[in-house]
């Protein structure tokens, strides 16, 4: 069995910042692409940033410069550092991740629970 459990969600105000971690467990092989995303209230869920094992990076251009997405590969954990918050950042985030469960398997998609992120105004 595999999970991912996100943590680090909350309530903060414009400008501030907020630290979502994503933790992998279970029978794992190995861990490949992460990635965060969010789903704002009534719409759909959409990509924020994702990371390779190696570190490549993308995001979604609303949070260039605010939001910093990186992984320890060690502790098959995952980071979102956000800044400078502003009040349409405000959704449910979730963490994904690629999972190999042995070394001859092909990926599985997994999502974490969702942790909220409110930035008031």
């Known amino acids: 069995q595999v999970q991912l459990v996100e943590s680090g969600g909350g309530y903060v105000q414009a400008g501030g910042s907020l630290r979502l971690s994503c933790a992998a467990s279970g029978n794992i092989f190995r861990v490949n692409v992460m990635g965060w995303y969010r789903q704002p209230p009534g719409k759909q869920r959409d990509l924020v940033a994702t990371i390779t094992p190696d570190g490549f990076t993308i995001y979604t251009d609303s949070v260039k410069g605010r939001f910093t997405i990186s992984r320890d590969n060690a502790k098959k954990t995952m980071y979102l550092q956000m800044n400078s918050l502003k009040p349409e950042d405000t959704a449910v985030y979730y963490c994904?991740?690629?999972?190999?469960?042995?070394?001859?398997?092909?990926?599985?998609?997994?999502w974490g629970q969702g942790t909220q992120v409110t930035v008031s105004s």
């Open positions: 994904n991740a690629q999972i190999q469960r042995r070394s001859f398997s092909q990926n599985t998609d997994y």
